[in-house]
């Protein structure tokens, strides 16, 4: 039996619906990266970045964008999930795909503020030429989950409940890939990652 089969069907239904409930946590670490093609415009939406600059993702137009949601007080998914977009990032590299920025967007303003996010990408060894930890007013940020489909819900200080969601928006800012999971296929996301660039590099 497989560790998908393994999880109830609650769960998968929820898993592949990107909204992970609290008694079910424990299957983003055992189920495998579930995979939809999307189209998404990502939001314009002005947050702050980890210097504490104004930041929006047509910023980034141009490249290809790895978006996913964290939060810096998290140890358990958040970590698997950054590692997973660094993994991606450096396969990519390799293969010459350099066209490639990283978002992580915090699911907790109330606790990562910019120096927080600072020192969180330092001590993760984040590249900060092609990564960027957004954070903002709660107003904010809450048009960027809506406009990704989270939905987050605070538990505690320091402590959300959020679905395991990375994101891959195109060089026009188009999202066309939604990846459910807390680690990432790296090969088969590197296969979309370089099909958006060609089809981009055709227009």
């Known amino acids: 039996m497989t560790a998908w089969q ?12 990107g909204a992970l409930p609290p008694g079910c946590a424990w299957a983003q670490h055992s189920a495998p990266m579930a995979r939809t093609q999307v189209a998404i415009t990502a939001p314009d939406t002005v947050l702050v970045d980890q210097e504490g600059r104004r930041f929006a993702f047509k910023e980034l137009r141009g490249k290809a964008v790895l978006v996913a949601f964290i939060y810096t007080s998290c140890h358990h998914v958040c970590p698997l999930i950054f590692d997973s977009v660094s993994a991606v990032q450096k396969r990519a590299g390799e293969a010459g795909l350099r066209d490639l920025s990283a978002v992580f967007v915090t699911v907790d303003p109330e606790i990562d503020t910019p ?21 903002g007013r709660s107003e904010d940020l809450q048009t960027v989950w809506d406009g990704f489909g989270l939905k987050i819900k605070q538990l505690g200080r320091g402590l959300v409940d959020h679905p395991p969601l ?8 188009v999202v066309r890939y939604r990846y459910v999971g807390s680690i990432l296929d790296t090969a088969a996301v590197v296969v979309d990652l370089r099909n958006v660039l060609q089809t981009a590099a055709k227009k």
């Not at 120096?115 to 954070?135: C, N, Q």
């Not at 990375?166 to 800012?173: E, H, K, R, S, V």
């Open 6 to 17: 393994m999880i109830p069907g609650a769960c998968a239904l929820a898993l592949f619906a």
């Open 115 to 135: 120096e927080i996010l600072k020192a969180y990408a330092l001590r993760r060894g984040a590249d900060l030429s092609t990564t960027v930890f957004l954070t």
């Open 166 to 173: 990375t994101f891959l928006a195109d060089p026009d800012g």
